[in-house]
């Protein structure tokens, strides 16, 4: 049994949209005609999904959705549900469109006789790899509720990190922008109608009021081009970022600057511990979870130096030396993974490595974040001074002279 996307006519000549399941098109253009429907449109949504058409590729569900998802189904299968009947339950009370579709895809599929982890292969987008090397061991380890059951943790666990960080760089971004507007105000309006005072006067201008006035000139006359230069080149950056060879070099300049470096190597670390940490508590092999985790990684050199660790434990390699030799893994790591293969417990030592590893991380962003919002006051403080200076230091001159 597939699931089909329709669009059909009522009896009042409305059009209508919706989901149906459904073993051929023909089938549901039936089940729709006894519905006192007109059927206009009717496509699969497991093939747009391959071919890469329609809103269920469009719309890539957010991490709170798939989490909130993901417990459901957890719930509903330690709860005895077969997971065809989980997910049909949790595609009825559902309220967004494309995670329906979705839903119902993946239903039609298992239905058809796949696996559960090859029918969610079909939404790359949705499920990424680590999601679906999770769900693989846990239906073969017959522990699929637990697995899930972890995975919405983690998912859970990073959306909160994402909405902590979001709401910690409010403020900040906030300052900055208008900071930068009332200094750009001040030089283009205020600045120039003040300076005109002077233009009387043949005494020679102080060296810091004729920096000011050739700054005023320079916003008043290419204000507008530096604001167009500023939009092309984050364009031009949006479409360099798409090359490869480009992420490279910008990520190794990245790896070379003091303190951007130690963020780098420290989110990106996290992230590939706690990846690592979850496929291998889900049964999955720690050589493959290994391949698996270098996805979550964003820095190209890091993920080159891990994926050649990988190779490394493939000949033989301890996984503790492996990630030693990359130099971008702290000792703290490092140690946690040796204890981890020595005990026999290596998931259990990489969810410890990636909980010091987060809050470290978090801990740091914090301290930036808290020493940056003073730092952009006292910038600011320092720029109004600055022009308030520039502007009284020939207002005393010219009073001497009188």
């Not at 930068?180 to 060296?207: C, N, R, S």
């Not at 991380?361 to 952009?376: K, Q, S, Y």
Request: with cysteine; charged share 20%; net charge neutral.
């Amino acid at each position: 049994m597939a699931a089909f996307e329709y669009q059909a006519l009522d009896g009042d000549g409305k059009t209508q949209k919706g989901l149906i399941e459904a073993d051929t098109a023909r089938q549901a253009r039936q089940q729709l005609r006894g519905m006192s429907l007109m059927p206009l449109e009717i496509d699969e949504v497991t093939a747009r999904e391959s071919s890469g058409v329609g809103k269920a590729k469009r719309d890539k569900l957010n991490v709170a959705t798939i989490s909130l998802i993901t417990r459901q189904l957890a719930t509903l299968i330690s709860a005895g549900q077969p997971v065809e009947s989980a997910y049909h339950a949790v595609s009825r009370q559902t309220p967004k469109q494309s995670a329906k579709h979705v839903l119902l895809a993946v239903r039609a599929r298992v239905l058809e006789g796949f696996a559960l982890s090859d029918a969610l292969k079909e939404f790359p987008r949705i499920f990424d790899s680590m999601y679906c090397a999770s769900v693989h061991a846990g239906e073969q380890s017959g522990l699929l509720d637990i697995v899930m059951e972890r995975l919405a943790d983690h998912m859970e666990a990073k959306q909160d990190l994402q909405r902590r960080t979001g709401q910690a760089l409010i403020y900040p971004i906030l300052l900055s922008v208008v900071a930068i507007v009332l200094v750009a105000l001040l030089l283009t309006f205020v600045v120039p109608k003040i300076v005109q005072v002077f233009e009387g006067f043949d005494t020679e201008l102080p060296l810091m009021t004729t920096w000011l006035i050739a700054i005023s000139d320079f916003f008043k006359n290419h204000g507008v081009a530096l604001i167009v230069g500023m939009f092309a080149l984050l364009l031009i950056y949006s479409q360099l970022v798409k090359l490869p060879a480009f992420r490279a070099m910008r990520d190794r300049i990245y790896l070379r600057t003091p303190f951007i470096s130690y963020l780098v190597r420290l989110s990106n670390t996290s992230r590939f511990t706690r990846t690592m940490s979850i496929l291998v508590s889900s049964g999955v092999t720690a050589l493959d979870a290994m391949h698996i985790s270098t996805e979550v990684i964003n820095s190209q050199p890091i993920k080159a130096a891990v994926l050649k660790a990988a190779n490394r434990v493939r000949e033989g390699e301890l996984i503790s030396v492996s990630l030693d030799n990359t130099t971008y893994f702290s000792p703290l790591v490092v140690q946690l993974v040796q204890n981890g293969e020595a005990s026999g417990k290596l998931g259990d030592m990489l969810e410890r490595a990636a909980r010091a590893e987060e809050n470290e991380f978090a801990g740091v962003t914090a301290l930036f974040i808290g020493l940056f919002e003073p730092a952009m006051i006292l910038l600011m403080g320092l720029v109004v001074l600055f022009i308030v200076v520039a502007i009284l230091i020939p207002i005393f001159d010219m009073n001497e002279l009188v």
